[in-house]
Each structure stands twice: as C-alpha cells, then as structure tokens.
C-alpha cells in the first residue's frame, strides 16, 4: 500500500480545517469581541472595555443559572450513564429479539430536539396529558400532574426528558464497545463458576473504562448547552426555575437586546466546556473508548 505524503494528509484534513475555522473558532473569537461592547444588535456598537465580564460576577441571575446548569449536568449523568450502560450491553448480545428492543430504544434518535419538547409538552401538559391521567388512575391529587409547573420538579423533569433523548446515543457507544470485549473473557469467567451479574462487574464494567469516559465527557459537555429543548418545553420558566446559562445568553442577547452581555455567557460556556473535557480526560488518564483486555 502506498503510503501518504504529509502534503497528501494536509490536503485531505484541509475542508475539515476550514469549516473548523470559518463555524467554531471565528464565531468565538467574535463573541470575545462583542463581550468588551455595549450593542443591541441593531444600533452602532459602544466599547465599555471589561464591564460586562465585572457585572457578570456582581448578577444573581446569572450565579443562579450556572447552579442550574451544573445541577442539570449531574442529574443528567445520573439518569443517562446507568441506563445507557446496562441498554447498550444488553442490545450488545447476539440474540434477533434483541434487535427489535434496539429498534424502540434508539427512536427518539430520529427526531430533532423541537419535536422532542413539543411532543413532551403534550405529555406533560396539567390539564389533558398523558401524566394527568396517569395520576389520576393512581388516585393521585391533578394538582400533582403539574411538574413543568411546579418550580420544585421542572428542573428534574427537563433532566428526564433530555435523557430520554440522548440515552439512546450513549446506549450505541455502550453497545459498541460490548461487542469488542473479547469472548474468552467471558468462557474463562463461566468456567470459573460466575454468575450475570459477578459476570458484569469483574469484566464487562472494567472493560468498558474508556466508554464510560468518553460518554461522561459527551455528556457532561453537552449539558452546558442545552436551550432548544428547555426553550419549548417550559422557556426557563416557571419563574427562573429551569433557566440555565444557555437559556439565559439567549434572553440576556436576543430578548434582553444586549449582545455584548450575552457573548460574556456564550464565551463561558466555551471555556466551560473545553476545560472540563481537559479536566476529566487528564483526571482519568484515558481519552479512548474501545475495550481492552486485561493487563493491557
């Protein structure tokens, strides 16, 4: 096989490079721009300098939505990491059945995030939801079917509904990094006398390491920048009870009309994100998610 030249690789990571530079690394570096201005998006911009960086420290709206942001972080790693685990491992086995249940578990794939939230909308809604009747032939109060509602739950429910999403997702990584878990593994530990579940924490759970890394990272990363979805579903509100960071970039830039103070939010989150990926990879020691055999 003919090896390639480095001009050959240069060339063939070069459309990849431009569409890098021209939709991720201009777009930020115009928002670090525009969070030094005072702008509405419409009339000529004001340079204040590092203002609205100072004010962002001094605004209990936005301490409040970062709290929100990181609750939701860890709400939806807990929902989203055990379940993916054990779907993906089951829809990991050979059996035809199995392929029928991966059919139903990976539908919400198919559909975009608006829909998502319009549908649950429906689902959820107090007064003729699919959760009120529910409620009701569980000889619960009505009252009780108002979770998007109710500042207490809306928060959680989000969370669910965005796991309900993307569990499907992480479930394909779980799955994928199963089926290369080597089967002598498994014969060995059958003959030594393992049951299932001894089974699934002495080799698949350790073998799967990088998977579960990689997906934590996926998720952890993409927690900070929920909005279409928490925008239809309940607009940040009720009150402020599920308006996380992106919710509020959105209405601090668009609704608000000050651009300058929501690039401030957009560039955090970026920042976020990036360092937090740095962090649990360097943390962990791993940045792979294929099986390995042991010792390797």
Known sequence: MERRTPWTRTVMMLPALVF???????????????????????????????????????????????????LVMVLSWVIQTPLSLLIGVFL???????????????TPLLFSSAAIGITWSYILNPNFGLVLN?????????????????????LLAVACVIS???????????QSGARQIPEMLYEAAKIDGAGPWRTFFAITLPQLKYTVITS???????????????YVLTGGGPGDATNVLAMDMYKQAFMNQNVGYGSVLAVILAVAGVV???????????????SQLEGM
Do not use: C
């Open 20 to 70: 890098f530079v021209a939709f991720v690394i201009i777009p930020m570096l115009m928002a670090v721009y525009y969070s030094f201005l005072r702008w509405n998006g419409i009339g000529k911009p004001k340079w204040i300098g590092g203002l609205n960086w100072v004010q962002i420290f001094h605004d209990p709206q936005a301490l409040h939505a970062l709290r929100l942001t990181v």
């Open 92 to 106: 990991a086995g050979r059996e035809r059945y199995r392929n029928f249940f991966g059919i139903l578990y990976f």
């Open 134 to 154: 529910i409620i009701k032939a569980l000889g619960f109060s009505a009252d009780a079917a108002n979770i998007v509602g109710n500042p207490r739950w809306a």
């Open 164 to 174: 309900w999403q993307f569990i499907p997702f992480h479930s394909l990584l779980y």
């Open 216 to 230: 934590t990272v996926l998720i952890l990363t993409g927690s900070l920048t929920y909005f279409d979805l928490i």
């Open 276 to 290: 937090l990926s740095i962090i649990t990879l360097r943390l962990t020691g791993y940045n792979r998610m294929e």
